[in-house]
């Protein structure tokens, strides 16, 4: 097949050479060889050259397969994983919707002529629907197919009233629940001194980052503790802490709770996506996040945002 385009090549009088890429012949004795043929033209001469291939350029080609087959192998992995990623968009499509419902006629109850105790019952069952309604939102985000386009876009800085206007107003969303548990959730006093800076954020994220940490603590925190919400400027950095004192996180599995579905080796309980949300939203924003233990037992867990040069 090659002597067709090498006359071709003949025929034009092109300078240089074509070379064939290689194949392979096997001898009566079965032994395999590795061949690449070369035509040129020198001189108006026109030459084909047939060489044996050497051992660099046989691993050369051994790589290129095993790269095509590579290749071969990722595009049906894509394929599934887009196919996957379809699935789960539509089941959080179902599932927000009858969630909007429910909302919607238990705020028309609420409007009725009903005991406080049922007021009380209805307002705990609007959290729930809120907190079912943030993990929808969490499997979208992390399974969605432009999750790259989430990593790499760029966010309108948000400058420090506007961070603690956000943090300020989860935290007030969480007094009724935690009260309920006879849980104080309190500010540290030193976060409200004044300071003007920016991080690259988005406002919403922000505010579900915060919504996990704060989740995480009501959920450990005993009856009769504290969690305490506080900021430090680093200089460079921003960190946010919420620390609680509850049992704090058995150090075999401090590592991996930030992991995917990592559930602490319980095979019940929540998906396992609030913290790796955390992780990968506040890593995309070129920050850090982690877990400390307090020195009087509890859990602290804090985020750290890069402030934005002016």
């Known amino acids: 097949n090659f002597l067709v385009d090498a006359d071709s090549f003949w025929l034009d009088k092109k300078e240089g050479f074509i070379k064939s890429g290689q194949w392979t012949k096997t001898d009566i004795s079965g032994n395999e060889y590795y061949l690449e043929a070369t035509a040129l033209n020198i001189n108006s001469r026109n030459i084909l050259l047939i060489e044996q291939s050497s051992a660099s ?11 095509r087959e590579k290749d071969l192998l990722y595009n ?10 379809i699935l789960i968009n539509c089941v959080v499509h179902d599932l927000s919707n009858p969630l909007t419902l429910i909302k919607g006629y238990l705020s028309m109850i609420a409007d ?6 049922s007021k009380d019952y209805i307002d705990i069952s609007k959290q729930q629907i809120e907190k079912l309604d ?11 197919s432009d999750i790259e386009a989430f990593r790499s876009s760029n966010l309108k800085p948000l400058d420090s009233h506007e ?16 009260s309920e548990k006879d849980v104080r959730l309190q500010f540290d006093p030193k976060i409200f001194d004044e300071s003007s800076w920016k991080v690259k954020a988005e406002k919403n994220r922000l505010q579900r980052i915060f919504i996990n940490l704060l989740e995480n603590a009501y ?32 150090p075999e599995i401090e590592e991996h709770i930030f992991k995917l579905y990592y559930k ?6 929540k998906l396992g996506l609030g913290l790796y949300f955390c992780r990968i939203t506040v890593e995309a924003w070129g920050g850090s996040i ?13 985020f750290k945002l890069p402030k934005l040069k002016e």
Do not use: N
Request: a negative charge; zero cysteines.
């Open 57 to 67: 350029l046989i691993d050369k080609a051994t790589i290129i397969q095993k790269a």
């Open 76 to 85: 049906s992995l894509d394929k599934e994983i887009q196919k996957k990623d």
């Open 112 to 117: 009725e002529d009903i005991s406080d105790q």
């Open 134 to 144: 943030r993990m929808v939102h969490e499997i979208s985000d992390i399974f969605s």
């Open 163 to 178: 961070v603690m206007l956000s943090i300020s107003d989860v935290v007030e969303s969480f007094l009724f629940p935690y």
């Open 219 to 250: 959920r450990y925190s005993p009856k009769g503790s504290v969690v305490t919400v506080s900021l430090e400027d680093e200089g460079q950095d921003v960190s946010i802490f919420v620390e609680d004192e509850g049992s704090g996180v058995v």
């Open 264 to 269: 602490g080796g319980k095979k019940t309980g």
């Open 290 to 302: 982690g877990y400390i233990p307090r020195a009087k037992g509890g859990a602290r867990f804090w």
